[in-house]
């Protein structure tokens, strides 16, 4: 009766890992279907595959991520930062998903929350160029130039060909620049009234 017993827990087992490894399949099978969506611009399709995938496999992380992606094409940030969230719940070792969720958190112009995603990207991987040229971008919005600059130089020290983070630096300097114009015209300054009114022409 004990090996009856071994024995019919043993098929259960086989049965049970089998059902798992089919689960599996069928959960990649999906996933790999809305990365064919999502690299032909299909959203949309994209989207309905990836839910699919996670619905056989609710902690597929990457399916989150990618949904999460799929989701900030179409603008549509409360979705996006719901699945970058879920994704960092099962996969909190990955700054790629702080960063871009960060970035739907900028677009939301929720700065301060973007600022501290891209902190936790770079202090994950230092070499983030795109981390720190986004803090920088979300600290210029806040009016913290400084901070800003400091960010952007970040970036161009890992990345020397980074246009972005070139513009960004030069739009930082320029509205920096103006702050300090306008004051200095304000207190009877003539050159830095007449600068301040070229850069507003």
């Known amino acids: 009766m004990k090996k009856t017993g071994i024995i019919f827990l043993s098929f259960c087992l086989i049965g049970v890992l089998s059902s798992h490894t ?29 839910s699919e ?59 301060n929350n973007a600022i501290e995603d891209e902190t936790k990207a770079v202090s994950m991987n230092p070499d983030y160029a795109a981390a720190y040229h986004n803090r920088g971008v979300a600290y ?3 009016g913290q130039y400084e901070k800003a600059i400091e960010d952007y130089n970040k970036a161009l020290g890992l990345l020397p060909n980074y246009a972005d983070a070139y513009f960004s630096r030069g739009v930082a300097y320029v509205r920096k620049a103006s702050e300090d114009f306008k004051k200095a015209c304000e207190k009877g300054n003539q050159y830095a009234c007449e600068n301040l009114k070229q850069l507003s022409e």
């Open 22 to 50: 089919a689960q599996a399949a069928d959960a990649q099978l999906y996933f790999d279907k809305g990365n064919a969506y999502y690299n032909d611009n299909d959203f949309d399709g994209a989207i309905k595959d990836y």
């Open 53 to 111: 995938a996670i619905s056989i496999d609710p902690n597929f992380a990457a399916a989150y991520y990618n949904r999460a992606l799929a989701y900030y094409k179409k603008e549509k940030f409360d979705e996006a930062i719901s699945d970058y969230s879920k994704a960092i719940e099962l996969r909190a070792d990955n700054a790629e998903i702080y960063h871009f969720r960060g970035l739907a958190y900028y677009r939301k112009g929720l700065y």
């Open 140 to 142: 210029a919005k806040k």
